[in-house]
Each structure stands twice: as C-alpha cells, then as structure tokens.
C-alpha cells in the first residue's frame, strides 16, 4: 500500500486559510489539503513552532483570529503533529495523538496533579477537619478508601492546581477520582489530561484565558524555546564577529598601502590574514557537533549555516524577527516529503543548495501540483 504523501505547512498558511473573503487560489489548495487527508493520500502535521508563534501575542484582541488558526489547523491537520525537535531521536517524528511538545513528564501529568492536588487538598482543615484523616491522604491504601467514603474530596474546584490548565470534561468526568481509586489506568488518565494540549484549538483557548500568567506547563513551554534560541543567537554573534575580524585586518591592509609601507610587511599581515582567515571560516567558527546540532540534527546546521552566510553577504536576505522561528520551522525538512515555508527563507535555502531542497515548496499554490508530481512515481512504481 502506497504511503500517504506527509506534509508540513508554514504558520503563515493557516493564517492564509482564514481569509475572508478567502482567496480563490488559497481556497483551492485547502479544500484539496482536505479532501486528500480524507482519502489517506497525504498527512498533514503541525508542530511546536507553529503553536508557538499562534500564541505570541495573547492580547485579548487577537483571541478571535487565533483560535480561528487553531480551527482552521484542526480542520487540515487533525491530531497529526511532528514531535518537539528535542523529542527527534527520542521516537517516531510523528504523531497521529497531536504530540507537539516537549516531554513534560514530571511537570504536567496525572502524577503531578495528583500530587498538587494532595498537598491542597491535605492542608484544608475546614474541608478536612480532622489531622488524621488530612495524613491518610498522603498513602495511597487509605487515600483510596478516604476518596470512596467522602467522594466530594476529589472536586478539583475545590483544590488550587497551580493554574494547571485542564478541559472541562477531565473535571467533570472526575479523571483525577477515578485515577486515585484505581479505577482507570494513568496511561488513560494522561490522555485525558493531555488533550488540553495535544488539541490545538482547546490549547490555544486556555492559553488566552490564562494570558500573562505564570503555570507549570507554560513555564515549560517557554523555557524551551528561550533556551534554543539563545543558542541560535550566541551562535550567529559569533560568526558575525569572526567576519568582522577579517574585515578589519582587510581594512589595515588597506591602510599600509596607502602609507606605502614596506612590501614584505605588507605580504607578512596577508599571510596572517589568509592563516587567520581559514580559522574563522564559518563552518570551523559554528562547529557541527554543538549540542544544539545533536539535537535539532546536522541538516538544521546546513540550514543554519546557509543562513548565517546569507545574512553576511551585502547583498543577501536581511535579518528579520522571524528569523528564529524559521530555522525551527526548517528543522523539520528531513522528516516530511514537502516543506512550505516563509516564501523569501525557503527561496535563499533553494538558493545556497542546501541538501534535501527539493523538498521544498516556496508557494503556497504550488503545493498541489509538488504533491502530484511527488505521488506520480510512487504510483507507477506501486502498478
């Protein structure tokens, strides 16, 4: 049976998608996203940076047009989501159970609810009068026999979680209670917990409603991603520098000729500059067995390095805000057949010849047609 065709979107194309009115071309290619997911020819997945930069400005204005993205990105993407990048050599990249994320084990699931809720619940002396009875909730033997004699103990509204955001149905459907007595598993309890997150549009709905406040699973989310990028930048400073020290001695060599030093002095400062300059080439400057490439992989360092060059060349692309997020964006080339990004980035990876470019897919448009010409041969084959 032949594979379906797996496909990463640009941000920038679910916002497309909400037009309104709705570009006719733009229409086209959505309904034929949909209409070949509904068939099984292609996949297509969304993933942290996208999330990401759907919850970059959570002023209430903006709720409408973000959750409108979020629906749109559920309507095209269903739960299929490529895995966090640090989650790449962890497991399969991609996910049918909407796994975006970094691991949050230990930070947002059942066992940390259960264990906030413990502490909250324990040191209610009007709910829970009496101190014994506080203690027996810490044992699990008699916490599950508490919980059965006084059920209401389990009311989450009654317990402060830290602002740990949760869906309505885990409240009501008592997912806690029914895990602390043992009567569902806590594979079952997590994923009841988890679709807070791993649906993208209850996500971006509860990421408003908590908007500027500080809870365990954005605290997670941020640190991740302020991390990498702190990486991208000291990375990026250091190349600039090394192609500013060049610069300069170009610039003494300048100078001695117009001083009319000696010639040998002159050759001597070339033939340290050509030394020097082997060292600071851009590609010896940003090692390729950095942590950050172990992680996100040796094609993300390519992209990065086809970056770095272009942003050093006069007449090349000009840094931008989005130029983090795009390089996280094209982390993902290796693990899709065909990449859409940000249409002037996508157009200087094709430009510096970074492998697997082919991939690639700079307009939006073109995407049906790049998905026929990429099943044609795989069809042939499979007759």
């Given amino acids: 049976m032949q594979q379906p065709v797996r496909i990463y979107l640009d941000t920038s194309d679910y916002a497309a998608f909400c037009g309104d009115p709705l570009n006719k071309e733009v229409r086209r290619v959505k309904e034929y996203l949909k209409e070949q997911s509904a068939r099984g020819t292609i996949e297509v997945g969304f993933s942290w940076p996208i999330i990401s930069e759907l919850i970059q400005d959570f002023d209430e204005e903006h709720r409408h047009s973000r959750v409108r993205r979020a629906e749109v990105l559920k309507e095209v993407c269903g739960t299929n989501a490529f895995c966090h990048p640090t989650e790449f050599h962890q497991g399969p ?100 917990l988890l679709k807070i997150v791993t649906d993208p549009v209850l996500y971006i709905v509860s990421w408003f409603d908590m908007a500027g406040k500080t809870n365990t699973f954005t ?4 640190s991740a991603s302020a991390a990498m990028e702190e990486k991208f ?82 007449s090349g692309m000009k840094s931008r805000r989005s130029d983090f997020a795009d390089i996280l964006h094209a982390a993902y080339i290796p693990h899709c057949d065909l990449w859409r990004g940000d249409s002037p980035f996508a157009n200087m990876l094709i430009k510096r010849s970074i492998s697997l470019s082919d991939r690639i897919v700079p307009k939006l448009t073109d995407l049906p047609n790049r998905i026929e010409q990429f099943r044609e041969p795989r069809i042939e084959f499979n007759e």
């Fill in 93 to 192: 990249v991609f996910s049918y159970d909407g796994y975006w994320f970094p691991n949050i084990q230990g930070s947002f699931d059942i066992r940390t609810v259960e264990a906030v809720w413990i502490k909250q619940i324990g040191a209610n002396k009007q709910l829970i009068p009496n101190r014994s009875q506080r203690n027996a909730l810490k044992n699990v033997k008699h916490r599950r026999r508490a919980l059965r004699q006084i059920p209401q103990l389990a009311d989450l509204t009654k317990a402060d979680l830290g602002l740990m955001p949760l869906t309505d149905k885990f409240v009501k459907g008592q997912y806690l209670f029914r895990f602390m007595v043992g009567e569902i598993s806590e594979a079952e309890a997590n994923r009841e």
């Fill in 233 to 314: 930048v000291a990375l990026r400073l250091q190349a600039e520098r090394a192609r500013e020290s060049i610069e300069d001695m170009k610039a003494i060599e300048r100078d001695m000729y117009r001083e009319k030093m000696p010639l040998d002095i002159i050759r001597g400062h070339k033939q340290i500059r050509s030394k020097l300059s082997k060292k600071l080439e851009i590609e010896q400057v940003i090692k390729p067995d950095a942590d950050l490439w172990q992680i996100l992989g040796h094609h993300t360092y390519e992209v990065f390095i086809a970056y770095v060059k272009e942003r050093l060349d006069p």
């Fill in 219 to 222: 605290k997670e989310m941020h």
